[in-house]
């Protein structure tokens, strides 16, 4: 089965973050975009934050035939996919994932160009001062010493970082000894002569000399350091004086041992060897383990690991080396396997600036700047069951595991901090690595780790682990370092101290040749000496000898004239050397001049940027002071702006409430107009029935009277009823009609067919639907009446005897009911007429007032009332008939019923 149809169009599955050595990730054939990256929450430090740099490089395969799992996809990309062997163990589910980096190397990526993308920026960060960490994450036998150490010919990062970093400061380095480091992680300096002493009591002890340069240097270290890339840093300051330390230790089942520690032989107190017998000089002596202490600025160190002064790539490369030896000879004696121990190597780099001349280091310790960078070459990253270690081995892979998995639980809490802005505790102390390099991460500096993989298919499942943890260390952050300030010499020190010194001894030999040129100065004597005649045998041994004498007396003369010689040009040589030097000192007093001249000008100078900065200090002052008028200014505007709008809020908090208040009263006013209006639309008609139907009374009334004088003047003949006796008017006035005023003529119509009174009269009760319940207990009350709403023609026909309740409005307020009575007729033309004879008067009192009884208009009711025969409504209209047929009413007036065209 091949791959996705494209290498880009598979996805990397993420998967949920439950631990670092999780189950392997569910298939999934979900096509996708680039692997996406969780926004990282940016802290409220406002220092800038830069992430781990995390680089991958893919080894070749051991062998052609070998099945690969990771593909290089592009520079920044790499994709895994399950081995043959594992799809089948896993029913054939096939998936592959992909992971992005910084950049990935690929297997045919050199050395070089991993250097100069990784390594060269934190070596270019050492020399500007500051912090760098570059570890090799991966499985045993994936590359990580390949890559951090290199094989001869092919040097890896650590020999390419050395030779950078002493192409860039060569020139510039300090004597040795003049920087000191203290056993506190801090270092010193001193003055040349201290240096020097220093050395020279060195050279005088018999062991063990630090390799000079100049020595003949191990040809394998030579092949390893050989790297010809004369890669060196720009803009090195100069007016700087720089040493390099290096140390070396190795982290072994959570035990830090400095491999560069010479252990002296003590025979008086001898060490134990690890076959439990004494040792003896030339023993292997086990390495004792160092701690870890934290310096004044925070800094992790291991207390009394030795750090030595390296002068050139060659020295560090060799001091490396026998620490690498010695890791390798401990490991075989110890039975220890190295691919379980941490290496690292720690370059230090000390630098301070010239003193004012140029000429010696500034013996100032606050402007020394010590940095450094640690290369760390991790112990392999895969399970211990891989390496089938047994017994104490299995425990101390345990433990190395342990240091790796607290790497990867420190970096996991770092990057939950960071991303979701939480505070919780990294447990760096858990394990001597992560404590080491605390302050990388919780400090500043420039963290980079580059992954190495191996491709070949058995380390499948330990690679994607490797793949995980470096996707998840790209997220963490570390704080960016500052650039440290300038020493505030005036720059281009060194290279003024160094023209004047070539200036000096340029001039010096042009004058009379080098003065301290011993050579030339011998061969000068040489040739006088050559010169100069030798002295003749001048013994004389016979008396006869003539030529002895002579010749000596000639060499002699020879040599007094060249003595003479000789002292005329001594004598020309101390008059030229007397001029040279009168020249030189009027060169050196111009010289003087000059300086004082320039001296004037530069103080002069001085004093007008001193008061220039005295002017900007007090300007600076004067707006500091101002920031803070205005600071406080816009403190108050704020405060009340605040409170107008707390006090705004309220007010417009209380509108609404009113507002609501308003609406809700409205709403009842309404209510209450409405049920009044109501109420008065009521009574209002009530009273206006009530008014019309008074009226029409009245009206009625009036229309008998004219009825009845019309009769009275039409039938002046016919015959008179009976008048009623002024007598029995008079003893019955207990009823006292309302009525208008009686007319004393007879009825207009003739009493026929009149219904026997005795036979029992019947009542037609006419109760308009208009009357009020007046809810009185004493109401009228007439038996077997027909009681009708309307006036009706058959009720009327069915009695003799009608009554009309009428209610109206009296002029107290009181309601007033009426009752009008008839008597009923057969008419002429077989229709029913009424003949009123009586109208009754009922009205309310207040109880605590008289009696409500009827006829209220009776001002002087008789004291027997209540008992008298008055009370009986038929007993009182009948007569009440009787009085108005007779003289009360005078003749009764007759009303005739017409139910369709009345009501009342
Ligand atoms: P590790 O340190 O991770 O255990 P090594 O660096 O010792 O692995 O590598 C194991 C072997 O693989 C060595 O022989 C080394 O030369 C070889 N090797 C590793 N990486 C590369 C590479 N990029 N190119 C060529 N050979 C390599
Ligand atoms: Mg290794």
């Not at 370059?347 to 003193?355: E, G, T």
């Amino acid at each position: 089965m091949g791959p996705g149809p494209a290498g880009y169009g598979w996805a990397r599955v993420r998967p949920a973050r439950s631990g670092l050595a999780g189950p392997p990730l569910t298939p999934s054939h979900s096509r996708a975009k680039k692997p996406r990256r969780p926004a990282l929450k940016k802290p409220s430090n406002p220092s800038l934050k830069d992430p781990v740099g995390v680089y991958c490089r893919v080894r070749p395969l051991g062998r052609p035939d070998q099945e690969c799992c990771i593909e290089v996809i592009d520079e920044t990309t790499v994709q895994i996919h399950p081995p043959d062997g594992y799809r089948i163990f896993r029913n054939g589910e096939y998936r592959e994932t992909q992971y992005s980096f910084k950049e990935v190397f690929g297997t045919l990526v050199a050395q070089k160009k991993l250097f100069d993308v990784v390594a060269k920026p934190l070596v270019e960060d050492l020399i500007r001062g500051k912090n760098g960490l570059l570890f090799t994450y991966g499985v045993t036998g994936s590359g990580k010493t390949h890559t951090m150490t290199g094989s001869p010919g092919d040097g890896g990062l650590l020999p390419r970082c050395l030779d950078m970093i002493f192409n860039s400061i060569g020139p510039f380095q300090a004597k040795r000894f003049v920087f000191k480091l203290d056993d506190k992680n801090g270092v010193d300096v001193q003055c040349e002569v201290d240096a020097l002493l220093e050395r020279q009591k060195r050279d005088a002890m018999p062991v063990p000399k630090t390799p000079s340069g100049k020595r003949q240097i191990d040809p394998e270290i030579a092949d390893m350091i050989n790297v010809q890339d004369h890669c060196k840093v720009e803009e090195v300051d100069e007016d700087n004086v720089y040493s390099v330390f290096v140390s070396y230790i190795e982290i072994y089942n959570n035990y830090i041992y400095d491999l560069l520690e010479e252990a002296p032989f003590e025979p008086i107190k001898p060490k134990w060897n690890n076959c439990n017998t004494p040792l003896r000089n030339g023993d292997f002596i086990p390495p004792q383990s160092k701690i870890l202490r934290e310096d004044q600025n925070h800094n992790m160190y291991v207390m009394g690991c030795t750090e030595v002064e390296v002068k050139s790539t060659e020295e560090a490369f060799e001091v490396f080396w026998r620490g690498q030896k010695k890791r390798h000879i401990a490991n075989t004696q110890l039975n220890r396997e190295s691919s379980r121990s941490h290496s690292v190597f720690i370059i230090k780099l000390a630098q301070a600036p010239l003193d004012a001349d140029g000429d010696n280091v500034l013996q100032e310790k606050e402007q020394i700047v010590l940095s450094q960078l640690s290369l760390v070459d991790l112990a392999g990253s895969e399970r211990t069951n891989r390496t089938k270690a047994e017994g104490n081995r299995l425990r101390e892979a345990g433990n190395i595991n342990q240091s790796l998995m607290t790497l990867r639980t420190c970096i996991e809490v770092l990057r939950e901090n960071q991303m979701y802005g939480i505070n919780k505790m990294v447990p760096y102390r858990d394990s001597k690595l992560t404590h080491l390099f605390k302050n990388y991460f919780d400090g500043e500096g420039k963290v980079r780790m580059i992954v190495c993989v191996n491709p070949k298919a058995e380390d499948y499942e330990e690679s994607l682990q490797v793949m995980r943890f470096a996707e998840m260390t790209q997220e963490v952050e570390v704080t960016r370092p500052v650039d440290r300030p300038l020493c505030g010499l005036t720059p281009g020190r060194r290279f003024r101290n160094q023209a004047f010194q070539e200036e000096l001894s340029r001039k010096l030999e042009l004058r009379g040749g080098p003065i301290d040129g011993e050579p030339e100065e011998q061969s000068v004597l040489e040739t006088f000496l050559q010169n100069f005649p030798p002295l003749p045998a001048c013994e004389l041994l016979d008396i006869n000898d003539d030529q002895t004498l002579p010749k000596l007396i000639e060499v002699l003369e020879k040599r007094h004239k060249l003595r003479q010689m000789l002292s005329k040009e001594f004598s020309k040589a101390v008059l030229d050397l007397k001029a040279m030097l009168q020249e030189f000192d009027c060169s050196v007093a111009s010289k003087e001049n000059q300086i004082k001249v320039t001296l004037s000008d530069k103080e002069k100078t001085i004093v007008r940027q001193k008061t220039e900065i005295e002017r900007l200090e007090k300007k600076i002052k004067t707006l500091e002071y101002k920031i803070e008028i205005l600071e406080k200014t816009a403190t108050i505007y704020e405060e009340d702006k605040r409170n107008l709008q707390q006090e705004l809020e309220s007010k417009s908090q209380k509108l609404q409430r009113q507002a609501s208040d308003k609406r809700r009263l409205e709403a009842r006013f309404q209510g209450m107009v409405a049920e009044t209006t109501m109420k008065w639309e009521r009574e209002c008609e009530r009273r206006v029935a009530a008014k019309q139907l008074e009226m029409q009374n009245k009206l009625w009334v009036k229309d008998e009277k004219l009825k009845q004088l019309k009769a009275i003047v039409t039938e002046p003949k016919k015959e008179k009823p009976e008048r009623p006796s002024r007598e029995r008017d008079r003893e019955k006035p207990v009823q006292r009609s309302v009525s208008p005023s009686p007319v004393p003529n007879a009825p207009p119509v003739r009493l026929r067919h009149r219904r026997s009174r005795s036979a029992g009269e019947r009542w037609v009760d006419h109760k308009p639907p208009s009357n009020l319940p007046t809810e009185t207990v004493m109401q009228p009350h007439v038996p077997h009446a027909i009681t009708v709403a309307a006036a009706s023609e058959k009720a009327l026909a069915k009695c003799d005897k009608y009554m009309l309740t009428h209610q109206e409005l009296a002029s107290d307020g009181e309601i007033e009911t009426k009752l009008i009575k008839g008597d009923v007729f057969k008419t002429r033309g077989g229709g029913q007429a009424v003949q009123f004879t009586d109208i009754e008067t009922l009205k309310q009192e207040s109880p605590t007032g008289r009696k409500r009884r009827s006829s209220p208009s009776n001002p002087d009711p008789p004291e027997d009332a209540a008992d008298s025969e008055w009370t009986d409504v038929e007993t009182r209209c009948s007569v009440a008939v009787e009085m108005r047929a007779g003289s009360a009413l005078g003749p009764g007036y007759e009303h005739h019923a017409k139910p369709k065209r009345r009501k009342p």
